[in-house]
């Protein structure tokens, strides 16, 4: 039985500091030891063992998280997590119709999980001061009639057709750039002032790029900014990110339908940092 890391004391405290988070690593003797869940630690020398004991450095500020040491890589993941997830809380904060911000226009690929083609594009776009509203979200699903016959087992078994909200639009490979950039004219996102949204968005946006489609450089990843707000060095999958948010969904990887998850999704975050913001000025008002 191991010792509690309360009842030891630490050789080396180690404070990283990734944007406005506070990440620490203790070390206690030859261990490094790590925070598995709110309420238990181990270390890596037993990770069987789940006696729980509280933060040795608890009692130091709130904002000291306990992880293990964190590498360089682990660091601008991180540090490219917390961006996006300033840049929600600033259009938190921005949105409706005296914001800056118009719109936002998610976007979603499907490719060959086994080679180079665009499969489907989902494409889903709400204005500003229309993002309360979730009967708001306009959303388009194209599939690449070149490739119709190519299904992706691994991922979704083959979901092109099942569209949930409205009708699919068969484009050929040769139109695909021409008929994205109309839609995106149709739904009113061709300006600077429209937000691109998505889930590991810059991979879409790379393949975008392939099909000779610029869809413009104000992004927000919805998949770092709960990250950053989880605190995670490991990515979050959407799924996940549904079911903590408590959103419905039915058949997913479907371009359409993911675009559309994905951006209500990202209004549900919207919501929940006014709901933050909402409670903390209610705290401050009773001081």
Same mark, same amino acid.
């Given at each position: &039985? ?9 050789? +080396? $405290?180690?404070?990283? #500091? #990734?944007?406005?988070? =506070?990440?620490?690593? *203790? ?29 040795? *450095? ?21 540090? *490219? ?31 060959? %999980? +086994?080679?180079?083609?665009? @499969? ?14 979730? @009967?708001? /979200? ?5 599939? =690449? ?8 087992? +691994? ?11 409205? #009708?699919?639009? &068969? ?7 021409? !008929?994205?950039?109309? /839609? ?6 061709? !300006?600077?002032?429209? $937000? !691109? *949204? ?14 000779? #489609?610029?869809?413009? @450089? ?22 996940? &990110?549904?079911? %903590? ?19 209500? =999704?990202?209004? !549900? &975050? ?15 008002? @009773?001081?």
């Amino acid at each position: &039985m191991r010792q509690r890391l309360s009842e030891c004391t630490p050789t +080396r $405290v180690d404070y990283h #500091v #990734v944007g406005s988070i =506070v990440y620490t690593n *203790i070390k206690v003797g030859a261990f490094d030891w790590k925070k598995d869940s709110w309420n238990e630690w181990s270390s890596n020398d037993d990770a069987g063992d789940n006696d729980a004991s509280p933060s040795p *450095i608890s009692s130091l500020s709130p904002v000291l998280q306990p992880t293990i040491a964190l590498t360089k890589n682990q660091y601008r993941v991180l540090d *490219i997590a917390n961006t996006h997830l300033t840049k929600l809380q600033t259009l938190s904060i921005a949105r409706g119709a005296g914001g800056d911000t118009k719109g936002y226009l998610a976007i979603d690929i499907e490719k060959n %999980e +086994r080679g180079p083609e665009i @499969l489907e594009v989902g494409l889903a776009h709400v204005l500003a001061s229309d993002s309360f509203f979730l @009967l708001a /979200i306009n959303a388009r699903h194209l599939v =690449v009639e070149d490739h119709n016959k190519i299904n992706n087992h +691994r991922t979704g078994y083959n979901q092109k057709l099942n569209f949930n909200f409205g #009708v699919l639009e &068969m484009v050929q490979e040769s139109m695909l750039a021409s !008929r994205i950039d109309e /839609i995106v004219v149709e739904l009113g996102c061709a !300006r600077d002032d429209v $937000v !691109r *949204i998505g889930h590991s968005i810059h991979n879409d946006i790379a393949w975008l790029k392939t099909a000779g #489609v610029e869809l413009g @450089l104000d992004v927000c990843d919805i998949g770092k900014a709960y990250q950053a707000k989880k605190q995670s060095i490991q990515s979050i999958g959407l799924y996940t &990110m549904m079911d %903590e948010l408590l959103v419905g969904y039915e058949n997913l990887h479907n371009g359409g339908n993911d675009a559309y998850y994905t951006l209500e =999704v990202f209004l !549900r &975050m919207l919501e929940v940092e006014d709901m933050g913001r909402q409670n903390k000025s209610e705290q401050d008002s @009773l001081l």
